[in-house]
């Protein structure tokens, strides 16, 4: 079968006119087309884009493309070729040499296999080389040394093997970045000594050993070392002569043989904002001085053979996010850490003893991850849950001193009996402690280690399966033999062997009780997981059409995605054929429970009604009380701009456009900062479910109206501009406090939202819509200008409207004096 596409064309009218593509001046020859994200599955046929012999620029990037036509390589005149996230399983040929004038060349995220050809070396105008994500195999090979021109190399993720080639660190002066990271790349630190002009260099997870020497250069601003087999004393890692570390923002170099004492040298990285340097050999040595690291944003130093107490100056990094001092002999109290931004705490395996903070046991309800477990610290009477305590603060932790009973003061003992009563209970008090200790001990040393074992069921139980479990809607099947046998992959503790066996202990057996909700792709349960791990598990139970292999990757891929309003994915799981998302827990819920399904600002998980939240200049909101949650404009607009920048960066940020598909206000989640963060983003690619099945499994009143006409000519994809129909919807709901169907519309009958809104709108009556419960919080023209920009967000037409980059631009000026400067002439 050929090439078909999900999107129509008007194959009447003349080829230049075609939406993507480009012609030259005369209109005579094709010179650029644009297809990206447009459906378009299958093998190309032959004598087709092979024609376009003077075409410049090439984006068939995010379709369903397997394979290319053996003409395809013959296109002379390429300069610009993207043709990631696709399916081709094609090798590269070695006739590649044609595309002498290549100078940006994104293979990424495919099933490309065999070698990189040798004549690579033809490409000598190439400045982009991106290939992450494929199945090439053997060595990289030398003729790509002589791609002078190259300023990004991404190689990662690949079946590489073999040394570098010789001249490989002097044979790119221009080069910025270098990733050739998930390889089994051989070599040693100084083939990277002469990349003068380097920013970025990953080389983790390859087989790279000897001395970490001459590495370091003055520009490089990311160093990722980690997992490989590097050795020699920690001193001989420096920059070069006459250079200093203050470009630095982030340094790994984990999961190493690196030994001696960690180096004085950090005091000159004042920019550094991640730093891991866990699991290595050093030797044993007191807390590094980090007064000056004041920016720090993560911190590991697990495993590093740290003594002695946890410095005071801890408190300076007011910035931490993460801290990880597990597994290590620090000993004395836990100092005063600043808690305001942090979300990861990992203190267990060391000789830490005294109270636990009051400021630090107050924050950890709102923390992502934790872990006191196999300490000598002291926990009074706390409401946490047993599985918390069992998880968290396992092992060696002693309880508040056994208060005496107030009665035994109110009357007199008889005469001797008070003292062989305290004989007796001091005897029997000795003896107890005596067992405690000596079972105490035991079990910590049969846990102590890296990948602390907490689990609620034992290595040698046997947990077979398959397993079945129901919700209200649905039954679902793990079709898993053992489930001590299946891996689940958490990214950011790689060497935590965590299985499904966990993944059941911490949703009780999938128990409906632990149910949090039941969404698009199937139910979502609430957990901890070992070491007091928050998890949300999502599990896709519609099943997928990818492969275990194809649905490891493009997990580990949105695993990657970070930005400030995404909910992070934590890790997966590959059950049977049920696929496993684990994400970070959303302790304030999503956004359709606080506007639609509780009273406003009722909290579902804890009481907030001590807590008192007010404006700040800074960032719009500080604090919103437990009555006012979403009772103020400010606050609903501070939603709506960070669902929108979101969105945005999936368009605009992302390589290629991740489109969700999905965007409604149950996607909207806000986290412990009452920060607005968007959900279930690259989900929908893993199932791959025709247009069909999204619109019988898509929420009712986000649909966007080209989904519900019938179909005519090729079938139809979502687009970009189908999630900005849905954020359009959304922003209605934040300012009218209405549902986007099954709700009361006055004056209208048998209406929904969008054409309610929109008929006041039109009208210049915008205001009759504004929700009762925010007026008076903010400017009403504001509000009335944000109902404009929801107004051409749900246009009829895809192409009326706006993108999700020009979409924040204008939620932004929404709260400006002069507001909307970006709406002028749109209505």
């Given amino acids: 079968m050929g ?20 012609c030259d001046g005369e209109e005579e020859n094709v010179i650029g087309l644009v297809a990206s994200g447009l459906g378009l599955s299958g093998l190309i046929p032959d ?184 050795q020699g004393h920690i001193s001989q890692v420096h920059f070069n002569s006459s250079v200093n570390w203050s470009h630095l923002v982030y340094l790994d170099l984990s999961e190493n043989q690196l030994s001696g004492e960690i180096f004085q040298n950090l ?163 000795v003896c107890l402690l005596v067992g405690l200790m000596f079972l105490a001990f035991g079990w910590r040393q049969k846990n102590r280690m890296w990948a602390v074992k907490q689990n609620s069921y034992k290595e040698e139980q046997i947990i077979s399966g398959p397993f079945s479990f129901q919700t209200d809607s649905t039954t679902w099947v793990a079709d898993v033999k053992l489930a001590t046998s299946v891996p689940v992959v958490i990214f950011e503790k790689p060497l935590l062997n965590f299985t499904f066996a966990d993944l059941l202990s911490a949703t009780s057996h999938f128990d409906r009780g632990t149910l949090l909700a039941e969404g698009r792709f199937g139910p979502v349960y609430r957990g901890f997981l070992p070491g007091g791990i928050h998890v949300a598990v999502k599990v896709l139970v519609h099943g997928s059409t990818m492969t275990d292999q194809e649905a490891a990757r493009e997990l580990e891929y949105l695993g990657r995605i970070k930005h400030p309003n995404l909910v992070p994915l934590t890790g997966y799981c590959l059950a049977g054929e049920q696929r496993i998302a684990i994400y970070d827990y959303m302790e304030n819920g999503n956004l359709q429970n606080l506007l639609h399904d509780l009273p406003l600002a009722v909290h579902t998980t804890e009481d907030w009604s001590k807590e008192t939240w007010e404006e700040d200049d800074n960032n719009g909101i500080q604090n919103v009380g437990s009555e006012g949650l979403l009772t103020t404009w400010t606050f609903r607009h501070k939603v709506a701009l960070g669902a929108a920048r979101a969105l945005a960066f999936l368009h605009h940020g992302c390589s290629p456009p991740i489109i969700h598909r999905d965007v409604k206000a149950s996607s909207v989640y806000l986290d412990s900062n009452l920060e607005p963060r968007l959900s279930d983003f690259g989900l929908a690619k893993i199932f791959g479910n025709s247009l069909e099945d999204e619109i019988a499994r898509g929420s009712p009143g986000y649909v966007p109206p080209e989904f519900l006409q019938p179909a005519t000519g090729s079938p139809r994809t979502p687009t970009p501009k189908s999630d900005v129909y849905g954020f359009g919807v959304v922003l209605f709901e934040l300012i009218t406090g209405k549902k986007p169907i099954e709700d009361d519309y006055p004056e209208e009958k048998e209406a929904n939202l969008v054409s309610w809104v929109r008929g006041f709108v039109r009208k210049n009556q915008g205001s009759r819509a504004i929700d009762p419960k925010i007026h008076g919080t903010g400017s009403e023209t504001q509000m009335e200008e944000a109902l404009k920009i929801a107004y051409l967000c749900t246009a009829d037409l895809p192409s009326k409207r706006p993108s999700m980059h020009q979409i924040v631009n204008g939620v932004g000026f929404s709260l400006r004096a002069d507001a909307c400067l970006w709406m002028v002439n749109a209505i």
Wanted: charged letters at 15%.
């Fill in 267 to 429: 005091n000159e990285a004042q920019n550094l904002k991640h730093l891991n340097l866990a699991y290595n050999r050093f030797s044993e040595q007191e807390f590094p001085e980090i007064r000056v690291l004041s920016g720090l944003e993560y911190l590991n130093l697990s495993k590093t053979n740290l003594i002695g107490p946890i410095p005071t100056e801890i408190s300076i990094l007011s910035r931490l996010r993460t801290l990880d001092l597990s597994n290590n002999h620090l000993n004395h109290q836990i100092p005063l850490l600043s808690i305001k931004n942090l979300l990861i705490l990992d203190v267990s395996l060391n000789n830490l003893s005294g109270d636990i903070p009051l400021s630090l046991l107050e924050k950890i309800p709102w923390m992502e991850r934790f872990n006191f477990s196999y300490n000598n610290l002291t926990l009074c009477a706390s409401d946490f849950s047993p599985e918390t305590l069992q998880f968290a603060f396992i092992g060696s932790l002693n309880s508040c001193p056994i208060a005496a009973n107030p009665e035994l003061f109110n009357r007199k003992a008889p005469k001797h009996r008070g003292l062989k009563l305290a004989l007796a209970l001091t005897l029997s008090m």
């Fill in 47 to 230: 004598t087709t884009i092979g024609k376009l012999t003077k075409l410049q620029c090439l984006d068939l990037s995010n379709n369903k493309i397997t394979s290319l036509p053996s003409d395809f390589w013959s296109l002379g005149s390429l300069k610009i070729l993207n043709l990631s996230d696709n399916q081709i399983s094609d090798n590269l040929p070695s006739n590649i040499d044609n595309f002498s004038l290549l100078e940006t060349l994104d293979l990424s995220c495919n099933n490309f296999s065999g070698i990189i050809p040798e004549t690579m070396s033809s490409l000598v105008s190439l400045q982009v080389l991106k290939l992450d994500r494929n199945g090439f195999e053997s060595s990289i090979p030398a003729g790509i040394t002589n791609c002078h021109s190259l300023v990004s190399i991404d190689l990662s993720s690949n079946r590489l093997n073999g040394t570098l080639p010789n001249g490989f660190d002097a044979a790119f002066p221009k080069l910025k970045s270098l990733n050739l990271a998930g390889n089994e790349i051989s070599g040693r630190a100084l083939d990277f000594s002469g990349m003068t002009s380097t920013t970025y260099l990953n080389v983790s997870g390859n087989l790279f050993q000897g001395p970490v020497i001459g590495v370091f250069q003055d520009p490089l601003e990311v160093i990722d070392l980690s997992q490989n087999q590097f």
């Fill in 3 to 22: 090439l078909t596409s999900s999107q129509g064309y008007n194959f009447s009218a003349p080829v230049c006119s075609w939406q993507g593509v480009f």
